[in-house]
């Protein structure tokens, strides 16, 4: 098991966008060690033995039900009206959302 | 009896007939949750002006073009869109948000003649076993207002256990319909993956995430699911399979049906009244008629840890959308990325960062195959110990829950805790498979028990036949809890 240190849950919460606190950031080091380290039983299966078995991604596939899920035709179709998805947003207008500056 | 105290099929019937009309009903069930709900704490927004609108609409159609869920009252857990209406997933960082259209399943119950009575609370983006992580109120256990009442979907299932509603919209991605339908002592069905449509659902891990009925008996969980299930258009995972009338299936007979109980993953960490719950149920299903025999699911031992893997994996991609721009929260900051890390940082609680920070590890270069793919591949091992099991019976009987109820922080501060609450229902997520949780007894501390049928595919039916005929049999699921007196 990697060892879960402040550094990797910086990095982490870097990787995904999060901004936090120093004590966040200590308490979520905790967090993760320990459910890592529970996590580890899986290494515990013998891999050889489910090499052979194929990763599952959808719930139904590989059980004979693949009918179940489809693609619909790729056709355009109306979609929600415009104005009224950018009433929902912090900023918006004009037919756009706004962002702070992006290039200096 | 006053209208509050009926059960959805009683409501649905005097409804029909013009006994009772829907402005009456939606009255009466509004001012119970005026009265009742300050203490318990089941909704975060009822919707009094809208229900009792929608009410007298309904209240002057023709006979011929009522639905057949004509004027019946119905609770929606608060990640479900509705047109209109704040939807906050129990998060800051959707707080103000109003959804600007209906999920399919509230569109089929309108068309169906419901009224939607409000919307109930949740733990942030269901991420929770107890309702705690919600960040805005505290719901409290209709039986006891010192203790939990399960979650994630625990604001629906103490509602419709608190007479406050007669049936409730869940979701299920790890036990979130089915543990607080147990812990609050009421029925909860999770439908098979891609029975009822996801589109207006709040994602929190696509490929798990199912909405379901909370209700006092399989009949009324049946007839709400005969209404929301079916295809949709705009759910490309949503089954194409033909919808059976549930409610009728439930009153075929139950001799013939096999059921079996994997005695090899009811480990240790399960009360004592659990197990002899468990045991009765068993002993009662034998009576009916139904057939015991011996399965295994030597794979579930890993649920926990493989579902822990998946789910924040897939929760870590799905929340990437919450990034100040397109709805909800935004906190001023100098820069496009400053902006969002501090946006998501000030709108998200511990257990949803823990989630991301989790999901996007077992994500990332270095530890994918270890975690992610080695989790879906004992994903597949488990959805085939369930193969075999079928093979033998109709369905697999376990406790929903190791545990009743357990007081309010007793697992808050202490996550892995919380995640073992879900042993026995996270199997069915993993497989897909149906699985309805039921009332089957009281510990010694008067806390509901609920026990688990999971069924195959599709077979939504079989499951709530077993249930109806246990609770034709029983009386559990009459008893009032003290706080709806």
């Known amino acids: ?39 580890e039983s899986l290494q515990t299966l013998d891999t050889a033995d489910i090499e052979s078995v194929e990763p599952t991604s959808h719930a139904l596939l590989g059980k004979g039900l693949e009918g179940e899920a489809r693609l619909r035709a790729d056709e355009p179709r109306p979609g929600l009206d415009r104005e009224r998805l950018l009433e929902g947003a912090p900023d918006g207008g004009d037919g756009l959302f706004k962002v702070p500056r992006v290039l200096p | 009896m006053s209208l509050w105290e009926l059960s959805l099929r009683s409501l649905r019937d005097r409804l029909a007939t013009g006994e009772i009309t829907a402005e009456e009903t939606a009255r009466s069930l509004l001012e119970r949750i005026e009265a009742k709900d300050g203490g318990l704490g089941a909704f975060l927004l009822p919707l009094a002006d809208s229900a009792l609108e929608r009410a007298r609409t309904l209240d002057r159609l023709p006979r011929n073009e009522r639905g057949p869920l004509h004027g019946v009252p119905i609770a929606v857990k608060d990640i479900i869109s509705v047109e209109g209406s704040r939807t906050t997933a129990g998060s800051r960082i959707l707080e103000g948000y109003v959804s600007p259209y209906s999920a399919t399943a509230i569109e089929r119950l309108a068309d169906a003649g419901a009224v939607i009575l409000g919307k109930t609370n949740l733990d942030e983006f269901a991420m929770g076993s107890s309702t705690e992580n919600s960040a805005f109120q505290t719901t409290r256990n209709p039986w006891n207002p010192d203790r939990v009442p399960g979650g994630s979907s625990g604001g629906s299932a103490a509602a419709v256990a608190a007479r406050l509603a007669p049936a409730g919209l869940g979701t299920d991605t790890g036990g ?96 004592e009244s659990v197990l002899e719950a468990l045991d009765r149920a068993a002993r009662k299903l034998a009576e009916l008629g139904v057939a015991l025999e011996e399965v295994s699911l030597p794979a579930a031992k890993h649920a926990i840890a493989c579902y822990y ?168 699921h009459r008893s009032v809890p003290p706080m709806a007196g």
């Open chain 2, 176 to 271: 979130s319909i089915r543990q607080p339908a147990a812990l609050c002592g009421v029925v909860g069905l999770k439908p098979t993956y891609g029975r009822v449509s996801r589109y207006g659902l709040v994602a929190f891990a696509s490929s798990f995430d199912q909405i379901g009925p909370i209700a006092r008996t399989a009949e009324d969980a049946g007839l709400v699911l005969e209404i929301i299930a079916g295809a949709d258009p705009k759910d490309s995972t949503s089954s194409t399979r033909p919808v059976p009338r549930y409610s009728e299936e439930i009153a075929r007979d139950v001799r013939s049906l096999r059921v079996g109980i994997p005695r090899d993953i009811l480990g240790q960490g399960v009360e």
């Open chain 1, 1 to 39: 098991m990697p060892k879960v240190t402040l550094d990797l849950v910086r990095k982490l919460a870097a990787l995904s966008h999060l901004s936090l606190t120093d004590e966040e950031c200590a308490g979520l080091t905790q967090d993760l060690e320990r459910i890592l380290e529970y996590a």
């Open chain 2, 309 to 476: 893997v998946l789910v924040t994996a897939e929760a870590s991609s799905n929340l990437a959308r919450y990034d100040g721009v397109r709805y909800g929260l935004r906190t001023r900051s100098s820069g496009l990325h400053e902006m969002m890390s501090a946006s998501r940082g000030a709108g998200f609680g511990r257990e949803v960062k823990r989630r991301i920070l989790l999901g996007t590890f077992v994500l990332s270069a270095g530890y994918y195959e270890a975690y992610y793919e080695k989790a879906q591949r004992v994903r597949s091992l488990i959805g085939r110990d369930f193969a075999r099991a079928f093979e033998r019976v109709d369905a697999v009987l376990l406790p929903t829950s190791p545990e009743t109820a357990f007081p309010l922080g007793a697992k808050s501060e202490d996550p892995l805790s919380m995640y073992l609450a879900d042993v026995f229902t996270i199997t069915a997520n993993l497989a897909g498979t149906p699985a309805v949780s039921f009332p089957a007894g009281f510990d010694t501390a008067g806390l509901p028990i609920g026990v688990q049928l999971i069924g195959r595919h599709f077979e939504e039916g079989t499951i709530l036949r077993m249930a109806h005929a246990f609770q034709s049999a029983t009386d559990y």
